[in-house]
């Protein structure tokens, strides 16, 4: 995500009543508390972190009043490019129809339809709204165009917008190709990804045979092996809509996250455990679609190591706020506030292998996000109230 801001000296960055820095080496706790706290930046980075009775000079002051700081949520699982819209889809679901991934057609059709200019001022829309609610990194899938051209260009208007972009020919068979999917995989592998590996530092797919429309073992084997010999990084949608072989795939192919994970056996706990594939939450998926949540009290006391994103998207869940996903994570699925704040934090930056974000020691992007509230605890205590914003520092 661009900062749109460009620091020449430094900026002192004071009355900071709670600073998160995710760097026990700083602080207290695994978020590496400090109270009362100041920072430096300089160049767009984090020169200086520490008490605020001894901070250095600066050329530049903020006072941010009190207020609690801590590094710019690290969404790593979106999907922002796409036509139209399912408010009747979920609407339908509130009533019990369940979600099997069948309504991605519609948002084919409609991303089809949609000209360039439409998809990017829809994209910078959902970018913006981030961004306004304390996400400074997030991570972008292509997924509905399902053709080379549309794919590509989903991947190129997302590149436009952020590094971390991911090519998910794989994310459903189109309906041309219905009955022919080693014809679709043979798409994807070839033609496709040779178009959109340019633009892409990722590859992903869903991974889910308990859905008609997506992707076997093999067949999600085939893809990631694709994507790796053309030099992306692996990402997998898996055992999000009943047990399957995804997440134990990702773990084999050392892919960097497994997402969803809402239907796990022991076996897959394990395997996550012995590996160093992320677990990746997504709870307003399931809010959204009235699925349990996962398990995510199981995967921490196994020491796995679990992230939160939105997976903003027009179908399973059309949220871009992180801090609903934290303040989930705590009412529905166990995890402390602490637990919930690292793993949109710090937890997204290892799903997407950066260690430039996620934190603020020094040397990292100077992603702030701050919260009109004293203390980390706020996002979880006062849910569904907008606390969450970033903070430019030029
Ligand atoms: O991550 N599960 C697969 N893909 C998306 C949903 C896409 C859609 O329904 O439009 C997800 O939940
Ligand atoms: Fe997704």
């Known amino acids: ?58 050329d530049e002051r903020v006072d941010v009043g009190s207020r609690a700081v801590l590094p710019g949520f690290v969404d790593s699982h979106a999907h922002l490019v796409f036509g139209g819209e399912r408010s009747a889809e979920f609407e339908a679901r509130m009533s019990g129809v369940p979600y099997d991934g069948g309504g991605i057609a519609s948002t084919v059709r409609a991303t089809r339809e949609a000209d360039e200019d439409q998809l990017r001022a829809r994209l910078r829309g959902l970018v913006a709204e981030m961004r306004a609610q304390g996400t400074t990194t997030v991570e972008i899938k292509s997924g509905y165009g399902l053709t080379v051209a549309d794919e590509e260009r989903a991947l190129r208007l997302a590149r436009e917008v952020t590094d971390e972009t991911t090519f998910l020919g794989a994310h459903v068979v189109p309906a041309e190709y219905a009955g022919r999917v080693d014809e679709y995989v043979a798409l994807v592998t070839g033609p496709m990804l040779a178009a959109c590996a340019p633009h892409a530092r990722w590859i992903d797919v869903f991974c889910e045979p308990a859905s008609p429309h997506a992707f076997d073992g093999a067949a999600s084997r085939a893809v990631l092996t694709a994507g790796r010999d053309a030099g992306l990084g692996l990402r997998v949608h898996g055992n999000q809509l009943g047990p399957g072989p995804g997440v134990q795939l990702a773990v084999e192919l050392g892919a960097a996250s497994v997402d969803h994970c809402t239907h796990l056996t022991g076996a897959d706990v394990a395997a996550l455990a012995s590996g160093i594939t992320v677990a990746t939450l997504l709870p307003g998926v399931e809010f959204s679609t009235r699925q349990p949540y996962p398990d995510a009290r199981r995967l921490l006391d196994a020491g796995v190591t679990v992230a ?70 706020y996002l979880a205590y006062r849910p569904g109230v907008p606390l969450a914003g970033t903070l430019d520092v030029t």
């Open 1 to 58: 995500m661009n900062t749109g801001a460009v620091a020449h000296g430094a900026t002192l960055i004071t009355g900071v009543g709670e600073l998160v820095t995710n760097d026990p080496s700083l602080g207290a706790g695994p978020l590496g508390l400090v109270p009362d706290a100041a920072l430096v930046v300089q160049g767009g980075a984090v020169a200086w972190v520490g008490p605020a009775v001894a901070a250095p000079a600066a």
């Open 308 to 377: 939160l994103a939105t997976d903003c998207n027009p179908g399973t869940c059309f949220s871009s706020s992180m801090a609903l996903c934290v303040a989930l994570a705590v009412r529905e699925m166990a995890m402390t506030p602490a637990e919930a704040v690292l793993a949109a934090t710090a937890g997204g930056a290892a799903a997407l292998r950066r260690d430039d974000v996620g934190h603020l020691g020094v040397g990292a992007r100077a992603d702030l996000a701050v919260l009109d509230a004293p203390s980390y605890r």
